[in-house]
C-alpha cells in the first residue's frame, strides 16, 4: 500500500491510499430492471464479487447461474473487467452430482446455506442439514467452499443470541464432520463468531460487513427505529463491534471484505414490517477506509478487501490499484432502483473517504 500524508496534517493519518483492487465476497444484486441500477457500482470499485443467489426463484443450478451471470455481465455496463463469481443456494434436496456439474462449468465459486426462514428469500433454504450431508461430502471432495449464514431460526431462540447459538449447535459439528471442507461464516456480528474462526482450522474463514464495523445496535433503535440500519444477522452491542474490528485489523488472513450490500425499494423497508438489509455498495471502499481509519488501522485495509479474501479462495489478487482520497461526500437522498428507489447507508450524511476514479 502506497500513503502520502498531507503538509497541514499534523498527524501520521495519510490524506491518500492506494491499494490493490478490492473485491467483494459478499454482495447481493438482486435481479431483472434493478441490476443496471446496482451492479455498475461494485463493478467500478471490485474487480470480482460473490453473489448471493437468494432470489426468487433462488439460483441452485448451474445452469440458472449461467444465465444469472450473463444479466450481471450486461448490467455491468462500462466496467467490463468485473468478474461476477456465481454461487448456488443450497437446498435440501441440492444433488451431489450438482456440485460436480458447478465445479466442471467453471462459474461456481460456492456453494451458500441460509438456514431456511432465517433471512430474506430463505424460505427454500436448509431445514435440516443431515440431509444435506452427501452433497457436503461432494464439497469437501471437489474443493467447493461453504458460505453460512449463521443464524439458528427457532421462534424461541432470542434474536441477539441466534448467531452464538448456530455456532454451538450447527457450526461445530459441521466443521468437525468436514475438517477439511472450506467453510465462510459469513457477515459475523459477534466476539463469539471471530473467537470461532479465529481458533478453528485454516479451512474456516470469515467475511465482515463495513456495517458491521461502523455501527451497533443503538444505531438502529436509539432515538427512534431507523428501518434503513436494519439487517440480518442484526446489528450487536459495542463490546461485539469492537471484537469485530480487532479481527478486521489484525492482520489475520481469516477475515476479509464481503458487503453485504443488500438493496431493497425504499417502500419495502420504510413500512410495518420491513425487509432487512443495508445498502453500501455504492460506498463499500469508502466505508472500510473509514472504519479501518478509525481504528488507527489503514495500513491494515489492503489486506483485508484485496488480498485475505483471494488467498482464501485460491485466487490470484487483482493485478490494478485504486486510489482513496480523505474528502467529506455527502451521500444522495436516495438512488434509482429500476422504477423504484432505494435509500443508500448514511444517506444525506457524509462519508470521510473517497474513491478518485
Ligand atoms: O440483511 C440481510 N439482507 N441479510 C441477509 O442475510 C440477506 C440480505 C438480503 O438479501 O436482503
Ligand atoms: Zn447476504
Not at 72 to 82: K, P, R, T, V
Not at 235 to 256: D, M
Not at 317 to 325: C, M
Request: with cysteine; glycine share 6%; hydrophobic share 40%.
Amino acid at each position: 500500500m502506497s500513503q502520502s500524508h498531507s503538509a497541514a496534517s499534523s498527524n501520521t493519518s495519510p490524506s491518500k491510499i492506494s491499494i490493490i483492487r478490492p473485491d467483494d465476497w459478499h454482495l447481493h444484486v438482486r435481479d431483472g430492471e434493478v441490476l443496471k441500477s446496482v451492479v455498475p457500482f461494485t463493478a467500478r470499485q471490485c474487480g470480482r464479487a460473490i453473489i448471493m443467489p437468494n432470489l426468487t426463484p433462488p439460483v441452485t443450478t448451474t445452469e440458472q447461474a449461467k444465465i444469472y451471470q450473463k444479466a450481471i455481465l450486461a448490467a455491468a455496463g462500462e466496467y467490463s473487467a468485473f468478474q461476477p463469481l456465481m454461487t448456488l443456494y443450497l437446498t435440501d434436496c441440492t444433488p451431489p452430482e450438482e456440485i460436480k456439474t458447478a465445479i466442471n462449468s467453471g462459474i461456481i465459486s460456492a456453494v451458500k446455506l441460509y438456514p431456511a426462514g432465517a433471512t430474506t428469500n430463505s424460505e427454500a433454504g436448509v431445514t435440516d442439514i443431515n440431509k444435506c450431508y452427501p452433497t457436503l461430502e461432494m464439497m469437501q471432495k471437489l474443493g467447493m467452499p461453504l458460505l453460512v449464514h449463521g443464524e439458528v431460526t427457532h421462534s424461541d431462540i432470542d434474536i441477539f443470541d441466534r448467531e452464538k447459538m448456530f455456532i454451538d449447535q450447527r457450526l461445530i459439528s459441521i466443521v468437525n464432520d468436514f475438517p477439511e471442507l472450506k467453510v465462510v461464516f459469513e457477515h459475523i456480528t459477534t466476539a463469539d463468531a471471530a473467537d470461532f474462526v479465529i481458533e478453528s482450522s485454516p479451512y474456516v474463514a470469515a467475511t465482515i460487513t463495513a456495517h458491521h464495523l461502523l455501527m451497533n445496535r443503538n444505531d438502529m433503535l436509539v432515538g427512534g427505529i431507523k428501518p434503513h440500519h436494519y439487517c440480518l444477522p442484526v446489528l450487536k452491542r459495542e463490546t461485539h463491534r469492537e471484537a469485530l474490528v480487532k479481527a478486521a485489523i489484525s492482520g489475520n488472513n481469516k477475515f476479509f471484505m464481503g458487503t453485504d450490500s443488500a438493496p431493497h425499494a425504499q417502500h419495502k423497508k420504510e413500512t410495518t414490517c420491513g425487509c432487512a438489509g443495508m445498502f453500501t455498495a455504492f460506498a463499500a471502499i469508502e466505508l472500510y477506509a473509514e472504519a479501518f481509519d478509525n481504528a488507527n488501522a489503514l495500513d491494515k485495509l489492503e489486506q483485508f478487501s484485496s488480498l485475505n479474501g483471494p488467498l482464501f479462495y485460491g485466487l490470484e489478487a487483482n493485478s490494478d490499484k485504486i486510489t482513496l482520497q480523505r474528502e467529506k461526500w455527502t451521500v444522495p437522498d436516495s438512488y434509482q432502483f429500476g422504477d423504484d428507489v432505494v435509500i443508500p447507508l448514511r444517506a444525506g450524511h457524509t462519508i470521510n473517504w473517497k474513491l478518485l476514479c
